[in-house]
């Protein structure tokens, strides 16, 4: 049951540009959502969160935003770096519990 | 301060055994999830550990089994091992269990079943 989607694995965009990350979630009770980054023979790290009484986040050059109606949300990074190439993964939960729901994850190539 | 520590690193089994995963979580932190990541199937949700106390389960079967010690570290457990187990384990800790802020995870215990 997957209660939260990444439809693309893969995103590949030039540097400078923006990268924009989308995830779907199925469970209209998620009031809590993460996205975290996971660089190839390290556990994946802490990003930027939202919780779902705001629709924007934003964080130096990550921004999260929350489409609570569409049940969608989305990262952009503006600009992308070469060092941002990860693999990203978004995550829902509810604020009651630490059972956080991840996406299979989208591969990021940004390209110098 | 020290990160999540998780042992071993790598581990090869054969199909038909058991093994026992390690996680040490961040000092203070009372909180221990463990995650399976599978190519394609990105991190899925085992357990959450909180006091010594299983708070959630993920949809994973028996064979799946953890516990946590008074010192906050945490083992899982997988018995009677199927190639499909497979995958990178990995833990996560937290303050505590009803934060949702950041988690804190460790850098896995890769599993090969042969």
């Known amino acids: 049951d997957q209660q939260v989607k990444q439809n693309s694995p893969s995103l590949s965009v030039q540097e400078g540009r923006i990268s924009i990350l989308n995830c779907d979630y199925t469970?209209?009770?998620?009031?809590?959502f993460l996205w975290y980054k996971k660089y190839p023979a390290e556990g994946p790290t802490f990003l930027i969160s939202i919780s779902s009484i705001k629709d924007k986040n934003e964080d130096g050059r990550f921004t999260v935003f929350l489409n609570k109606s569409a049940k969608h949300l989305s990262l952009h990074i503006v600009p992308s770096q070469p060092g941002d190439s990860a693999v990203y993964f978004c995550a829902a939960s509810l604020i009651q519990n630490n059972d956080m729901r991840f996406g299979a994850g989208t591969r990021l190539t940004v390209k110098p | 301060k020290a990160g999540v520590t998780q042992t071993p690193r790598y581990l090869i089994k054969t199909r038909g055994q058991q093994v026992t995963l390690s996680c040490s979580p961040i000092s203070g932190h009372r909180s221990v999830s463990w995650y399976q990541q599978t190519p394609g199937q990105g991190l899925q949700f085992l357990f959450e550990?909180?006091?010594?106390?299983?708070?959630n389960k993920g949809n994973f079967p028996g064979r799946f089994s953890g516990r946590q010690f008074s010192n906050s570290r945490s083992e899982m457990n997988v018995s009677t091992l199927e190639l499909g187990d497979s995958a990178l384990y990995l833990c996560?800790?937290?303050?505590?269990?009803?934060?949702?802020?950041?988690?804190?995870f460790g850098q896995g215990t890769r599993l090969t079943v042969v």
């Open positions: 469970n209209s009770m998620f009031d809590y």
């Open positions: 996560a800790s937290s303050l505590v269990a009803a934060s949702n802020t950041e988690a804190f």
């Open positions: 550990y909180f006091s010594e106390t299983q708070r």
